[in-house]
């Protein structure tokens, strides 16, 4: 066992930073402000809403040629959690002769800082945008900066800020350093397991406190499995934007945490002619990616899910585990009929997964039918071919915020009639599900002869109506009507985005 096991090894400013004795609860804001008095990250929500704590964290990509540099909120990542990667703080941007990088000169010359509190966040959000955008649009500078929030209501200087930022030389904007990228290589984590002298998987922690509470990062899914095996009661830690939460606002501080960011498999996407097998723990950015060409609803879903530092760090599976009543993206994976792989390791020390639809994954709020030790570990998203798909998004807010109800629907076009029609929906139900009296009312039918008379029946006999602090019953159930005929009748779909978006 090395003498690094029980350090935070990350890089920093060209240099490798060893963080010893902290809790493994320990945020990154917090360790960035107390210890190392990188006061220009700043803590306003704590809870991944304002940007002001925004840094960018570092990993080799694919090809182990470049560093993959993203925004993220450390007001929400575990400091544990940076081992083997690398981060930048504002401070961090300054060139070596003193000179500011785009980001920063431009908000100075378009006077784009008022108050300043806001602005370390938005100068590395740009800083992120810049390193691969030169020429972007003012609906990509808008989702670049959906994370940021300025209480001086300054935008538009940070907008055009942006855009000359982004202008810039492609050597003034790059992040790349081949100094860091060696030290990356240098303490990159393991990707093989280590084993004892008796043939048995050994997972070292990152951090272990003297009482035996610790933080593991398993590179691999047998070994998550082990460890789960152990401690059925640990906590999987992916992108941490729900454990950061209960961190900040609730004070949990749970014994054993497993951080599943490493594990090999959970980070993997195997793309087939039939479908996308997603591993639990990519994030919600790659998948937008994935499905952005052939499935745009379901893109556009995940754009509004949150900010760009909340979906390069929330993970797919994460968001299914939590099993929250409005959660995003179960909506259009049970639309389309996903399958999830499950893994656990048995009584007898071996590893057998199986497979469970989706729609049958949940067995009330926030409960599902994960057994004791048991994790996601891929998730089978079949690809749309010859059928039609439909999903949108009701929120108070159009971005970043918590739906009132997301509705999605697939189907076959039998010569104009609706065959196998899949609806589901979140926020309806105690847990996201699929509507089967309300697709019978739509099976079989030609768009123009379903009714709103129909749907309403189906979904008064359907749900339990309930009020809530997004919306009250009355308009979530009016919405659910609504957003059916807008994914048959497509012209009241454009006049329903139309009216949403006036």
Known sequence: MSSETYAVRFVLDGQIHQARGERRTTTVLDYLREKLQRTGTKEGCAEGDCGACVVLVGSLDASATRIEWKPMNSCMQMLPSLDGKAVK??????????????????????????????????????????????????????????????????????????????????DARSLQDPRELALLKEIARPTRPTYSLDGELVIQPVVRTRKGSEFVSPSSSAELAAYLADHPEATLLAGSTEFGLAVNKRYERPAFIAYVGGVVELSRVVETANAWHIGAAVPLDRVMELVKGTLPDFHEVLRRFGSPPIRATATLGGNIANGSPI?????????????????????????????????????????????????IETIECPKPGVRQFRAHKISKRFDQDISATCAAMSWRDDGGVLRDVRLAYNGLTPSPARAPKIEAVLEGKRPADVSASALDAAIAASFTPRDGLRATWAYRSLVARNLVLGFVQPELRAEALHAEGA
């Open 89 to 170: 703080t504002i401070e961090s941007l300054k060139r070596p002769d003193g000179s500011l990088h785009p980001a920063q000169a431009a908000m100075v010359r378009c006077h784009g800082s008022q108050c300043g509190f806001c602005t370390p966040g938005f100068v590395m959000s740009i800083a992120a945008l810049a390193e691969h955008n030169e020429a972007p649009t003012r609906g990509e500078i808008n989702d670049a900066l959906a994370g940021n929030l300025c209480r001086c209501t300054g935008y538009r200087p940070i907008v055009e800020a942006t855009r000359e930022a982004c202008a810039a030389s492609a």
């Open 327 to 375: 959660g995003d993206s179960m909506p259009c994976l049970i639309a389309l009929g996903a399958t999830l792989v499950l893994k656990r390791r048995n009584a007898k020390r071996k590893d057998e997964t199986r497979r469970v639809a989706l729609e049958a994954f949940y067995t009330g709020q926030k409960r599902t039918v994960l057994q004791p030790g048991e994790f």
